[in-house]
T-cell receptor, first 114, second 116 residues
Framework: GAGVSQSPSNKVTEKGKDVELRCDPISGHTALYWYRQSLGQGLEFLIYFQGNSAPDKSGLPSDRFSAERTGGSVSTLTIQRTQQEDSAVYLC????????????FGQGTRLTVV | AQTVTQSQPEMSVQEAETVTLSCTYDTSESDYYLFWYKQPPSRQMILVIR??????QNATENRFSVNFQKAAKSFSLKISDSQLGDAAMYFCAYRSAGTSGSRLTFGEGTQLTVNP
């Protein structure tokens, strides 16, 4: 596609429910990143994919968080048993490869856990 | 681990004036990249300017320029002839240049207001 697409744009869920956030990167981009932005804060790295593998998932805050990428394209970030502290904007970015090229960001998913 | 610090949570500037946003970082690496990103209310991060650490010349993109001081680990952004559309949150970011360095490390951000 023309840009990085994320869905849903906004998600409200009840505490304890599972949620799935989707990221569709720019076509041909092999590197994909997930970041979390809490209210008024900077971006916190979660996980990085090169193709379908995740060489760096050190930023995932707990085992309730997981992510996968299939076909070297779409990625899904899953949060199980959501907690109120999971409320944040989840941003996805992609780049041609994992080197020095520009990372293009999507518009994020605003997750609110009530 | 690398850290990025933006000491100005908020800044304001008059339209057509110049403003400088500060950023410092800490790293033991010699080769890396520095970026300034703009985040308007739409939430989408937009790359404003980038600097390769091995380049001594400061990067410039139209009205945006940086003052890169490698020894001081300082990377400030200057916006000239400020426009209303420049109002946004600005983030400074660091990325390692090695094959193991792919993540961006961000500062806390500076909210820029442009007054008409």
């Amino acid at each position: 596609g023309a840009g990085v697409s994320q869905s849903p744009s906004n998600k409200v869920t009840e505490k304890g429910k599972d949620v799935e956030l989707r990221c569709d990167p720019i076509s041909g981009h092999t590197a994909l990143y997930w970041y979390r932005q809490s209210l008024g804060q900077g971006l916190e790295f979660l996980i990085y994919f090169q193709g379908n593998s995740a060489p760096d998932k050190s930023g995932l805050p707990s085992d309730r968080f997981s992510a996968e990428r299939t076909g070297g394209s779409v990625s899904t970030l899953t949060i199980q048993r959501t907690q109120q502290e999971d409320s944040a904007v989840y941003l996805c970015a992609s780049s041609l490869w994992q080197g020095n090229t520009e990372a293009f960001f999507g518009q994020g998913t605003r997750l609110t856990v009530v | 681990a690398q850290t990025v610090t933006q000491s100005q949570p908020e800044m304001s500037v008059q339209e057509a004036e110049t403003v400088t946003l500060s950023c410092t970082y800490d790293t033991s690496e010699s080769d890396y990249y520095l970026f300034w990103y703009k985040q308007p209310p739409s939430r989408q991060m937009i790359l404003v300017i980038r600097q390769e650490a091995y380049k001594q010349q400061n990067a410039t993109e139209n009205r945006f320029s940086v003052n890169f001081q490698k020894a001081a680990k300082s990377f400030s952004l200057k916006i000239s002839d400020s426009q209303l559309g420049d109002a946004a949150m600005y983030f400074c970011a660091y990325r390692s240049a090695g094959t193991s360095g792919s993540r961006l490390t961000f500062g806390e951000g500076t909210q820029l207001t442009v007054n008409p």
